[in-house]
């Protein structure tokens, strides 16, 4: 049974330990954009299919935000976000990133550097092994890898040595950007992507988030030089091309610089949207013949939703910034209890294991689909083996919760259902909440009405922590925005 005194206890530890840091300091900000985009051809990452991208529809983009919050000489908190256009950005390349950022800026705290990825399937993939790559013709996985992690440090490095006396604010609005993604049926069964035009079609599973949350920072002469953008969506509106392309996020950029400025850095976030995509589950013919009288497509449309959010945000709180907040950046390392495997699903993955084996047998051509699922089971057989010596295994996830003034910043590596970033907002004592995920590699977090339901995004196959640790994640955010907003009271 839960011990009561334990949040008590936290909550005390931290607000001693966040005490002398959360009086407001002056704001130091600092800026850099890095282009990111591959210098060949590569493997695609987010199908199960191989696609090699040998076109550049457009470039892909890193913005990246430093913060420091001082006191005289003295550093009060310091904070350093960096947002990529990519699926997501796996543990490995966040440790060689604060490694060579380690070289180069000596007593930074490189554990308060956070990476995010826009969720785009058109962006490299970064972990060897994914797929059976030719051998030529093709930039490595292990080569576009420490090409990012060159340009995220030199990005980093630009942005901490400009950092200069800053001032910041917030803001909300809304836009219909992504849609819940999973259909119902009269069996109780839910589908990702599933049919609505068939009788036993009964409704949409979850609730829809359609905020804007926007953080903009300034300089010394009150000029707009960065914009954190929080949509809840993945990047995903050309997600099947074989082709490298920013998404939605692109035109957003464009747009917002035609109006601010070619230096303004931009950093899109991904809110929490496991169950949501940034395409209509129905309706689809009166969107799309909307989208062709205004000239656009898909992109073009989501990005002129986003960009008149913001543009609306902005006129509301443009004057309302201030050069001395609290800024307090708590970092943990959480242990989630991880989704169990059940008898069942461990004797289905082996059976689909050994049936993409026995493919690859037949048919050396479909060795690379194949391959994907044979990894895909197999992960599951491995946890099923795994819970035998350990039956309460524990998965590690690094959470960074950040106050800035009013708002605040908290982040998870999932993608994490709809419902779990609702609870963080509705639970949070920040004026603004931005559930930040994907800071890390990944996997969906589904919620307990998500699993009754099954299929794709829902499965044991797709998930590490299941509604239980979703649960633990939302309660530990919560406990850590009220400590570093606990001196408040």
Known sequence: MRNPILPTFFLLVMTLLFASQSAAG???????????????????RGQFQLRIAGTVETPLAAGVVALESRDGDQTRDVAVMVACDLIAIPNTVRDMVREEVAKRIPGLDTQKIFLSGT?????????????????????????????LVGRLADAIEKAWNNRAPGSVTWGLDHAVVAYNRRAVYADGSARMYGATNVPEFRGIEGYEDHSVNTLFFFDAEDELIAVCILVPSPSQVVESRSTINADFWYPVYQALRERHGEDLCILGWGGAAGDQAPRPMFRRAAEGRMTRLRGLDAMGELARRIVRAVDEAYAVVKNEHRSEVPLVHHVETLQLPMRLVTESEYQQAKAAQQQAADAIAQDPNAADRSHRGMLWYGRTVERFETQKDDPNPMHEMEMHVLRIGDAVICTNQFELFTDYGIQIQGR????????????????????????????????VHSSLVGPEGGQVLVDKTVEAIEAVFATDD
Do not use: W
Request: proline fraction near 8%; avoid cysteine; glycine fraction near 12%.
């Open 119 to 147: 969720h785009t399937h058109t962006a490299p993939a970064m972990e060897p092994g994914t797929f059976i790559l030719p051998d030529e013709g093709v930039v490595t996985i292990e080569d576009y890898r420490a090409f």
């Open 26 to 44: 002056q704001l130091l900000v600092g800026t850099a954009t890095a282009d990111i985009t591959p210098e060949g051809p590569v493997a695609l």
């Open 428 to 459: 949070s004592k920040a004026t603004q909440t931005f559930v930040v995920q994907l800071v890390g590699g990944g996997t969906y977090l589904p919620t307990e009405r998500a699993v009754r339901g099954g299929s794709y995004s829902a499965v």
